[in-house]
């Protein structure tokens, strides 16, 4: 007989959810690595450190979009949109599997900040859920926006021959604008500029500390 979960069921879920992804392993993907059998390039130890910075930046941020999508599903007031959050969140759990196999290549590791990223994350999942699911979506959107561009910087700037990095980062692109377009098919309001900015100085600081740390 199936369940009605209710918003705490839900949230508990969430918690457990986020001590997996924050603190363990990345579930398993859905989809192959993009990588593939792709060998790996001829890195010396400065493109290595540079490569993994960028990839640990990544993986960072797939473990903030498990957050907020968990946050707002856990107070959506649809079923409809908290399946369109979960359909989302399935498939950034494929990304947050390839950076971390990336990162393993490279001899290097997540950000120990991720837990703190994630708790954070959730609280704006929530609240952005609590407002309203237009206004949760028009999250999903500006932060999928942000995150297309992002990539697309850092595809830039991997080092000449680094195709296993390359092409995981075009999957993840190609992934992420689709979100976005699902996020406004599905009604999202466009959130103020003053939101759109808060949010990119936000991520600023987490792609600063995530290169580092």
Not at 22 to 42: F, K, Q
Not at 89 to 109: G, M, P, T, V
Not at 149 to 170: F, K, M, T
């Amino acid at each position: 007989m199936d369940r009605n979960y209710t918003t705490l069921d839900r949230f508990i879920a969430s918690m457990d959810e986020a001590l997996r992804i924050s603190t363990g392993h990345a579930p398993s993907p859905g989809r192959e690595n993009p990588a593939g059998d792709i060998p790996p390039a001829d890195l010396d130890g400065e493109e290595r450190r540079h490569v993994a910075g960028l990839m640990r930046i990544n993986h960072t941020g797939e473990v903030c979009a498990q957050a907020l999508y968990a946050g707002q599903a856990a107070t959506a007031r649809h079923n409809e949109t908290r399946e369109a959050m979960q359909q989302a969140a399935d498939e950034e759990i494929d990304h947050l599997a390839w950076c971390e196999d990336r990162l393993k290549e490279l001899d290097s590791r997540p950000s120990i900040l991720n837990p703190f990223w994630y708790a954070g994350s959730f609280a704006i999942g929530a609240a952005a859920g609590i407002v309203g699911d237009k206004w949760s979506l028009g999250f999903v959107k500006e932060t999928e926006n942000q995150v297309e561009a992002h990539l697309e910087d850092h595809l830039e700037r991997l080092p000449n021959g680094d195709e296993r990095s390359q092409a995981i980062l075009d999957q993840m692109k190609t992934d992420e604008a689709r979100h976005a377009e699902m996020a406004e098919e599905a009604g999202a309001h466009d959130l103020p500029r003053p939101i759109q900015s808060a949010m990119a100085f936000t991520a600023g600081i987490m792609k600063t500390l995530a290169y580092r740390i």
